[in-house]
């Protein structure tokens, strides 16, 4: 439901406390704070589930083909009554259940694929970029 009045103002109180280190963190170290804010919920994201989701979605609008199969070999999927989000759920469990110890790094090495693709990226952006997957692969 919705927050109470003393939980909103501790949230607010919180966030403004994260405003005031933003911004100074900004000043100290010449980065803007948006890129400082992305920076952060980039890291944050891998601690995140929800985006273990969205990362199969793009993952399966790219693969649909192999995922819907997937689905068929197993038996589990009747097409009855099943609607688009509850096949993706159930090639979502499959796909987890099928690379038990990688499916993360999988998907994450998908998305980071796919962004060498994505029009309209600025040439620092490309070369930050490079440069990311350069020292991952000396790793």
Same mark, same amino acid.
């Given at each position: 439901?919705?927050?109470?009045?003393?939980?909103?103002?501790?949230?607010? +109180?919180?966030?403004?406390?994260?405003?005031? $280190?933003?911004?100074?963190?900004?000043?100290c170290s010449g980065q803007p704070p948006q890129q400082i804010l992305d920076r952060f919920l980039k890291q944050y994201s891998r601690l995140n589930p929800a985006n273990d989701w969205n990362r199969y979605?793009? /993952? =399966?609008?790219? $693969?649909? +083909?192999r995922e819907l199969e997937r689905l068929r070999k197993s038996g589990s999927f009747t097409g009855a009554q099943s609607t688009a989000a509850t096949v993706r759920k159930k090639c979502y469990e499959l796909f987890k259940k099928e690379y038990s110890d990688t499916w993360q790094e999988i998907l994450i090495k =998908? +998305? +980071?694929?796919?962004? /060498?693709?994505?029009?309209?990226?600025?040439?620092?952006?490309?070369?930050?970029? =490079?440069?990311?997957?350069?020292?991952? =692969?000396?790793?």
């Open positions: 439901g919705r927050p109470s009045e003393a939980v909103l103002d501790m949230i607010q +109180e919180g966030l403004d406390h994260i405003t005031a $280190y933003l911004t100074d963190l900004a000043t979605l793009k /993952y =399966f609008s790219h $693969y649909t +083909e =998908f +998305e +980071e694929s796919t962004q /060498y693709t994505e029009t309209g990226k600025t040439v620092t952006q490309r070369q930050q970029l =490079f440069n990311k997957s350069a020292k991952r =692969f000396t790793q």
